[in-house]
């Protein structure tokens, strides 16, 4: 595991006046980009040929890094290149995929925003549930077994692959002829099937909550709240109850894109004593516990309980969604803040307090 030590070596050869943010052209890297040149960094987007259009077109990135595979990111060169820019990397759902946890955890030697420490507990369900079940957030019932299901369920298989292939099923017979049909699509395999997580399915409405904990300031705020849009599910769903019974199409719930949404004001106390626990379990389990940007997603029930099906230590998809700002970034400034906007204020403000250990791992 890389320490912290290494990394503020690294960042305390860095002209301090010339700090570069850097990220994977993908994901969420327009509001990251954007945000740091609005606090007055230099901007670097590593990307590939035929990737850089929307960085180039809404022109976020001073400078471009051009690799032939995303897969490069993780390379000797690429690193050096990101040094000599005195670059701070902002990891996101893509970069993470692509560099992979183990390089991000022991051969990346870029400084990051960020604990690197927790990323692996937000990809790995069951040390995700940890950190929930030590924050006491309420979350979806978990089935070990196919043979114990007595409701409604969600099946998802490994990995973060945006809903592809996750299926409903309301016994075990169900869930067993569905896998034999996924599998002879080829959807999924044995190896995948081991490995399934089964937990209920809420009915409810969802809500994901996009939080940002300042170490500097030790606050947790709430930035802004988006819902998906699935696809096919938000397709399906628009089909009269008996046509889909006659068309018998598999729902599935790959990410499109987002809206963005207000809760219930009355929920607000709740949305905040969840962030504020979350950080508090993460400190306690995987120190120095989140820092900056993470997200909850829920779904909020009839009775109003917020139930957490997944969380993110690090930026979320959704907040795409507020790139010029939501009603709630809005209310702590009277501003249009986006996430990306908010992350390099941190920076910018930890390096001039000299506080960059509070911040950069
Ligand atoms: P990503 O990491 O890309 O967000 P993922 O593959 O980890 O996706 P989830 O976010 O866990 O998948 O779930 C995908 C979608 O499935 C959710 O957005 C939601 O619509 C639905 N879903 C997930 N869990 C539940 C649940 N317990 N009850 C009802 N719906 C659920």
């Known amino acids: 595991m890389i320490s912290q030590e290494e990394i503020l070596e690294i960042l305390n050869n860095y002209d301090k ?11 969420t890297a327009l509001h990251i980009l954007k945000g740091a040149k609005l606090e007055g960094f230099s901007t670097v987007c590593i990307t590939i040929k035929g990737r850089d259009v929307p960085y180039k077109r809404f022109k976020v990135a001073d400078k471009f890094i051009y690799i032939k595979d995303f897969s490069e990111i993780s390379s000797e060169s690429v690193q050096e290149k990101l040094r000599e820019l005195n670059a701070i990397i902002v990891p996101h759902g893509s970069f993470i995929a692509y560099c992979g946890l183990d390089n991000i955890e022991n051969n990346f030697l870029v400084p990051m925003f960020g604990n690197r420490k927790i990323l692996r507990w937000e990809a790995e369900r069951d040390l995700e549930r940890k950190i929930l079940e030590e924050a006491k957030i309420r979350t979806p019932k978990k089935f070990n077994n196919p043979d114990e299901i007595d409701r409604s369920v969600i099946v998802k298989f490994p990995g973060a692959r945006g809903g592809k292939g996750y299926f409903i099923a309301n016994s075990k017979e169900e869930f067993y002829k569905k896998v034999e049909f996924l599998k002879s699509r080829n959807i999924i395999d044995d190896e995948d099937v081991k490995r399934a997580h089964i937990e209920e399915y809420v009915v409810g409405a969802n809500y994901c909550l996009h939080y940002f904990y300042s170490p500097l300031k030790d606050e947790v705020e709430l930035l802004g709240i988006d819902r998906r849009y699935e696809s096919n599910i938000d397709g399906l769903v628009r089909i009269p109850a008996k046509e889909q019974m006659e068309i018998n199409i598999e ?27 979350l950080v508090l379990a993460s400190k306690k389990i995987v120190p120095p516990g989140i820092i900056g940007q993470f ?18 230590a690090r930026i979320d998809g959704g907040t795409n969604s507020f790139m010029n700002g939501s009603p709630y970034s809005f209310l702590y400034n ?3 803040l986006s996430m990306g906007q908010r992350i390099a204020r941190e920076i910018k403000l930890a390096l001039k307090l000299g506080m960059e250990n509070k911040i950069i791992y």
């Open 17 to 27: 006046d010339e700090i570069t943010i850097a990220t994977l052209g993908s994901h």
């Open 251 to 277: 729902p599935s719930y790959v990410i499109t894109g987002n809206f963005p949404v207000v809760i219930r004001e009355s929920l607000l106390p709740e949305v905040f004593k969840m962030g504020d626990n």
């Open 334 to 336: 009277a501003e249009p």
């Open 295 to 312: 997200c909850l997603q829920s779904l909020c029930t009839e009775n109003l309980e917020l139930v957490v099906f997944e969380m993110s």
